[in-house]
């Protein structure tokens, strides 16, 4: 972890988002706290992931995503040497589409 990051303010932001019960509320907090900019750029990112984890070429993912060929690799990046954060989140997202009826 990046310990850059790691301040008291980051911490409430975290407390703030940990807090939210449900994705209405998550939308009327990010288009609150975020740009709509800033806002489709994280989702561009996290489908950018989504897509390199299922093996999609860059070509591929920049037709559909829109997302830059910088992007796509800073995210591929991140997939191969980062943290795991994405691969815990897909891990998660997977677990409770496996446990739906």
């Not at 900019?37 to 989504?50: P, T, Y």
């Not at 191969?80 to 691969?87: A, E, F, L, P």
Request: proline residues 1%.
């Amino acid at each position: 972890m990046n310990k850059k990051i790691r301040t008291e303010a980051v911490d409430y932001l975290f407390e703030a988002i940990l807090s939210l019960e449900n994705k209405e509320e998550c939308y009327t907090f990010f288009e609150d706290v975020c740009t709509i900019n800033e806002l489709l750029s994280l989702s561009q990112r996290f489908e950018v992931a989504k897509m390199l984890r299922q093996q999609k070429t860059y070509l591929e993912i920049a037709e559909k995503t829109g997302a830059s060929t910088a992007t796509i690799s800073r995210v591929n990046r991140s997939l191969n040497y980062g943290n795991d954060g994405y691969d815990l989140v897909f891990g998660r997202i997977a677990k409770k589409e496996e446990q739906k009826p």
